[in-house]
């Protein structure tokens, strides 16, 4: 009965040590109208791995390079171009290519109502909007150590034959008379549960923070409007789809005292090892590897593309770069130099199927990552 006792009594001096460490993230830190939040990238984290679930626990990422610069400005939502067809939203953030992202922002969540302006076409001549149902749930308040959610949300786009390049339905055999309409169905499956707790250094401050890991699968399907209704492509060309089925695991770092995350670290399939840093710009400078002060990003158009895409590379110092392709399993398939800020890059040599592609300076750093879709050859 006393080894009891004194056990109870251990567990209980544990939790109250725990309990300070343990924050509560409320909905004080959800963006608001006049917001702009200020992140950095970094494309090559260097010796950043996950660590398991628990806490306290210490983690540094001291060791960040930029390799770009980010500001994200909130603005009511009434000055999007496409405020009209998102009628529930609060908030619009609009990108450098147009798109408009329109969010909704209640006592205890932040939404993603969807994305509509230009930008949200992947190089077409189309004007639509996306639209996810459920709204797709970015920050929920309030959040504490073992909370978990778990949701789908899913999203169509229909546009009618006109705004689709002829050529593409040629190359897959059908006769665009058969259909006045093509539609892309999106599901995003999302767990996310915070499974740790502590602080965390990044360049320029630290932070208490929550740890939320957050596992997203997307899938996507395609389907043509006939005169039986609408009919999934797969069950005409054959195969399980046009589009593979992406899982992407992130770590998001989240404070209770700044909105923008302290850091959102997407990892390899294994779960452990960092690929990708986006974290809170404080302002300070790599020695290493100086950014710009124009934010630095790599468009690509068409995506989905057939037989050429064009790179265009935006804000970045005159130089060499060269862009690498890899298929999904790793395996180098294509290296160009890049002579220009926009170039004409061929795919004939490449079959049909999803590629991730790295823009690399000469001094090796990465520049900016991707996935390019090869369709339809």
């Given at each position: 009965?006393?080894?009891?006792?004194?056990?109870?009594?251990?567990t209980?001096?544990?939790?109250?040590?725990w309990?300070?460490?343990?924050?509560?993230?409320?909905?004080?830190?959800?963006?608001?109208?006049?917001?702009?939040?200020k992140?950095?990238?970094?494309?090559?984290?260097?010796?950043?791995?996950?660590?398991?679930?628990?806490?306290?626990?210490?983690?540094?990422?001291?060791?960040?390079?930029?390799?770009?610069?980010?500001?994200?400005?909130?603005?009511?939502?009434?000055?999007?171009?496409?405020?009209?067809?998102?009628?529930?939203?609060?908030?619009?953030?609009?990108?450098?290519?147009?798109?408009?992202?329109?969010?909704?922002?209640?006592?205890?969540?932040?939404?993603?109502?969807?994305?509509?302006?230009?930008?949200?076409?992947?190089g077409?001549?189309?004007?639509?909007?996306?639209?996810?149902?459920?709204?797709?749930v970015?920050?929920?308040?309030?959040?504490?150590?073992?909370?978990?959610?778990?949701?789908?949300?899913?999203?169509?786009?229909?546009?009618?034959t006109?705004?689709?390049?002829?050529?593409?339905?040629?190359?897959?055999?059908i006769?665009?008379?058969?259909f006045?309409?093509?539609?892309?169905?999106?599901?995003?499956?999302?767990?996310?549960?915070?499974?740790?707790?502590?602080?965390?250094?990044?360049?320029g401050?630290t932070?208490?923070?929550?740890?939320?890991?957050?596992?997203?699968?997307?899938s996507?399907?395609?389907?043509?409007?006939?005169?039986?209704?609408?009919?999934?492509?797969?069950?005409?060309?054959?195969?399980?789809?046009?589009?593979?089925?992406?899982t992407?695991?992130?770590?998001?770092?989240l404070?209770?005292?700044?909105?923008?995350?302290?850091?959102?670290?997407?990892?390899?399939?294994?779960?452990?090892?960092?690929?990708?840093?986006?974290?809170?710009?404080?302002?300070?400078?790599?020695a290493?590897?100086?950014?710009?002060?124009?934010?630095?990003?790599?468009?690509?158009?068409?995506?989905?593309?057939?037989?050429?895409a064009?790179?265009?590379?935006?804000?970045?110092?005159?130089?060499t770069?060269?862009?690498?392709?890899?298929?999904?399993?790793g395996?180098?398939?294509?290296?160009?130099?890049?002579?220009?800020?926009r170039?004409?890059?061929?795919?004939?040599?490449?079959?049909?199927?999803?590629?991730l592609?790295?823009?690399?300076?000469?001094?090796?750093?990465?520049m900016?990552?991707?996935k390019?879709?090869?369709?339809w050859?």
């Amino acid at each position: 009965m006393q080894k009891k006792n004194v056990l109870v009594i251990f567990t209980i001096l544990a939790a109250t040590i725990w309990l300070p460490a343990q924050i509560t993230i409320t909905n004080a830190t959800f963006p608001a109208a006049g917001d702009t939040l200020k992140t950095s990238t970094d494309l090559a984290p260097a010796g950043i791995v996950m660590t398991a679930p628990g806490g306290p626990q210490t983690w540094n990422m001291t060791s960040l390079n930029p390799s770009s610069r980010q500001s994200l400005a909130f603005r009511p939502a009434a000055e999007g171009s496409a405020s009209a067809s998102f009628p529930g939203a609060e908030l619009v953030t609009i990108s450098d290519v147009g798109a408009e992202a329109y969010f909704d922002v209640t006592a205890s969540a932040f939404s993603l109502l969807g994305i509509g302006g230009a930008g949200v076409n992947a190089g077409f001549p189309i004007d639509a909007d996306l639209k996810y149902t459920p709204p797709l749930v970015e920050r929920k308040a309030p959040l504490n150590f073992f909370d978990i959610d778990q949701a789908q949300s899913n999203a169509t786009i229909a546009l009618p034959t006109s705004s689709i390049p002829g050529a593409i339905f040629d190359s897959l055999g059908i006769p665009t008379g058969l259909f006045d309409s093509i539609r892309i169905r999106i599901t995003v499956q999302r767990l996310a549960a915070v499974d740790g707790f502590g602080t965390l250094a990044i360049p320029g401050g630290t932070y208490d923070v929550l740890r939320q890991k957050q596992t997203d699968i997307t899938s996507t399907g395609v389907d043509v409007h006939t005169f039986l209704g609408w009919v999934d492509v797969a069950t005409i060309i054959g195969g399980t789809g046009l589009f593979p089925t992406d899982t992407t695991i992130t770590f998001n770092f989240l404070s209770n005292t700044v909105k923008e995350p302290i850091a959102i670290v997407t990892v390899d399939s294994t779960g452990t090892n960092a690929l990708q840093v986006d974290y809170k710009d404080n302002g300070t400078q790599s020695a290493v590897n100086p950014v710009t002060g124009e934010i630095t990003s790599i468009t690509v158009s068409p995506n989905p593309a057939t037989s050429e895409a064009t790179f265009q590379l935006n804000n970045m110092l005159p130089g060499t770069y060269t862009l690498r392709m890899f298929d999904m399993n790793g395996q180098r398939v294509l290296s160009k130099q890049l002579s220009g800020d926009r170039e004409n890059v061929s795919l004939q040599s490449l079959s049909n199927g999803m590629y991730l592609y790295k823009v690399i300076d000469a001094k090796g750093q990465v520049m900016g990552t991707g996935k390019l879709m090869k369709v339809w050859e």
